[in-house]
């Protein structure tokens, strides 16, 4: 089965993917300035959503005042893994 076609559409990479406070518009950051009223007020959604799919970190085990150490998140998907 192929993936569907989807007309009208804007596809925007996440890492150029910027919110607009003034106007509330998802687009590609452009120089700075929303790409729908031109406000300088852009939020970088790579930064929010903690970067790309590709990061090193899984999401859930992303750094934050509770961090847990490489090995102990090893120990947790494995032990998840087992008890599956």
């Known amino acids: 089965m192929s993936a569907p076609i989807w007309l009208n559409t804007n596809l925007v990479r996440l890492r150029k993917a910027v919110l607009c406070a003034n106007c509330e518009v998802i687009s590609e950051d452009l120089n700075g300035h929303c790409a729908s009223c031109g406000s300088q007020s852009l939020l970088s959604l790579s930064r929010v959503l903690g970067g790309t799919v590709e990061s ?3 999401v859930g085990f992303a750094a934050s005042a509770g961090a ?3 090995q102990e998140c090893v120990r947790s998907l494995s032990a998840a893994c087992l008890a599956a």
């Open 56 to 58: 090193a970190v899984p």
């Open 68 to 70: 847990v150490s490489d």
